[in-house]
């Protein structure tokens, strides 16, 4: 099975409430939410892809010999095979219009095959938060099963919530936790009445000293917000607009990647989410200054079209696409990935 015939078998579970479209990039499912579109005219959404679209890959293909691109890091204190993480995504039953059993049960066997498939193939995957009472429970009862590879995104509930919530990551030995701050902003969450609110830096100082834990402020799409995590002590940012559910005119993460980069110069850990679908993807976001970057829809297609197996085949396909790209640059490991191996269009 590849991944086409994945995303074919997810097609059909989902009941076309999403048309995995080929090329997925917001304009078929515009302001379907709930779903997967994003907001409104599906501006912001489409935004991510089409930014990350206007830089090309340099061929600086010297043909000197031949290697195998490594394509290892360590995140978090954490050796991963590829610098990609499953995105937090829930409410799986709703947004993905899966109606064969209760949503409690298709949310626990999609974080199960979710968390199952990235361990079995090397990487990390973020379990998220939301309004059902369940969402985090699930998260929480597969993070005791396998240590060491999750990492919890919190709502930005109070902060007394996100301090017990960190405390009970570190306790199951996750190597970090975070909060998706954007999500204050969400409608839906407002609507059920979830208890969020807009986070300080006075906030975020409180969390990062309250647990030792690296904590992540996922939603940053300023330098000035970048600068405003690090003066406070958190560890590491995501670059990204929430997949385009907040505001129907954002950027997409790769038109304010760079400045975000070239501001931080390396003293904090910056990930990359929005628009990314390929593995030659993955290779633009770490040129324009991502350490690593996350992926969402494609990889919730991967799971509904083949649970755990999905998982791994998705993530191979994507590791060996970035592969070609950086024996095509050059870069014989992620290191050695760099903004003058690009060009804008």
């Known amino acids: ?91 799986i039953a709703v947004n993905a219009g899966i109606q064969e059993e209760t949503p409690e049960s298709i949310e626990d066997q999609y974080m199960h095959a ?25 998260g929480m009862k597969y993070a005791n099963l396998y240590p060491g590879n999750i990492i919890s995104i919190i709502k930005p509930r109070p902060d007394e919530v996100i301090i017990e919530r960190g405390i009970m990551a570190k306790r199951l030995n996750e190597p970090a936790f975070g909060i998706d701050a954007d999500a204050s902003k969400l409608a839906l969450m407002k609507t059920k009445g979830l208890n969020i609110e807009n986070k300080s830096p006075k906030s975020l100082y409180r969390i990062t000293q309250a647990v030792s834990l690296p904590f992540i402020v996922k939603g940053i799409m300023t330098v000035k917000e970048a600068i405003a995590c690090e003066k406070v002590g958190v560890k590491a940012i995501v670059v990204g607009n929430h997949g385009g559910r907040i505001l129907d005119t954002m950027k997409g993460a790769a038109d304010v990647l760079p400045k975000i980069a070239d501001a931080l110069q390396g003293r904090m850990t910056i990930l990359a989410d929005g628009g990314i679908r390929s593995g030659e993807d993955v290779f633009r976001m770490l040129a324009l200054g991502a350490d690593a970057v996350l992926i969402g829809r494609p990889v919730l297609f991967s799971v509904i ?35 003058q191996m690009i060009q804008k269009i």
């Not at 907001?39 to 290697?67: H, M, P």
């Not at 079995?120 to 699930?138: K, R």
């Open 1 to 91: 099975m590849d991944q086409a015939e994945l995303f074919t078998l997810a097609k059909k579970r989902m009941h076309n409430s999403c048309r995995i479209c080929k090329i997925c990039n917001g304009i078929t499912c515009a302001g379907e939410l709930p779903g997967l579109g994003g907001i409104g005219t599906g501006n912001a959404f489409y935004r991510n892809w089409k930014s990350l679209q206007e830089y090309t890959v340099k061929d600086c293909n010297r043909g000197t010999r031949d290697f195998i691109p490594d394509t290892h890091m360590t995140l978090f204190g954490q050796e991963v095979s590829m610098p990609i993480i499953s995105a937090p995504v829930g409410s």
């Open 114 to 138: 979710l968390i199952q498939g990235a361990n079995a193939v090397g990487v990390m995957a973020m379990i998220g938060d939301g309004p059902q009472s369940y969402s985090f429970a699930v």
């Open 305 to 339: 079209g083949g649970g755990a197996e999905g998982v791994r085949i998705s993530f191979q396909q994507w590791q060996n696409e970035l592969r070609r790209v950086m024996v095509r640059a050059g870069a014989e490991n992620l290191k050695q990935i760099t903004r």
